[in-house]
């Protein structure tokens, strides 16, 4: 698996771990937020037909909408999990990702100032010892917002996250360290 992130590794970094989110946590939430953000505009175009009884076929588009909705986001997320890695290394974390191409977002090690770990509800009701990691930088800080969603680099849902955070943060403490 090492070869996926073969071609952006500096010459002297080395890979410590890789690992994908746990895939029920990710089309759970995915899935749950695709449903409320086509299901709200539907029901806006059903209700008028429903109330006035008006022809069949005015109900079955809304239906139809929602359905090629539901399947192009499934489509969509099967491709981007598939091309989903996280990784980290002596000098920066990693997120390989895509659907049309491959993209890759890194984070200097050196550079993290603030790491936390969230549990949503979903994690503890979909897939149990599953969460975010989330790290801030001077470049992209965490903003608190509750539910970290504009912190600026995060591993999103992955199992055990404290586990995770520890190994991660061991290696952020090690680099701090050798540079002192």
Do not use: W
């Not at 690992?19 to 899935?31: E, G, H, I, V």
């Not at 709200?40 to 037909?49: M, N, S, W």
């Not at 489509?75 to 598939?82: D, H, Q, R, S």
């Not at 539910?147 to 991660?168: C, L, Q, T, W």
Request: net charge positive.
């Amino acid at each position: 698996m090492k070869e996926i992130f073969e071609q952006i590794l500096d010459k002297d970094e080395e890979i410590i771990e890789i690992f994908k989110p746990n895939k029920r946590k990710l089309y759970t939430s995915t899935l749950l937020l695709s449903i409320i953000a086509i299901l709200v505009p539907v029901l806006a175009c059903l209700l008028p037909t429903l109330i006035l009884r008006l022809n069949l076929l005015l109900l079955l588009i809304p239906i139809g909408v929602f359905i090629v909705g539901l399947t192009l986001t499934l489509v969509f997320l099967n491709i981007y999990y598939n091309n989903l890695y996280y990784a980290y290394t002596d000098k920066r974390l990693i997120t390989r990702t895509g659907v049309f191409g491959i993209d890759y977002r890194f984070l200097v090690i050196d550079s993290i100032g603030a790491t936390n770990v969230y549990v949503s509800l979903i994690d503890k009701l979909v897939a149990r010892n599953t969460g975010s990691l989330m790290f801030g930088s001077m470049s992209s800080p965490l903003i608190n917002s509750g539910d970290g969603a504009n912190s600026g680099y995060r591993f999103n849902h992955i199992v055990a996250p404290y586990e995770m955070y520890k190994k991660i943060k061991a290696v952020i403490d090690q680099s701090k360290n050798a540079k002192l």
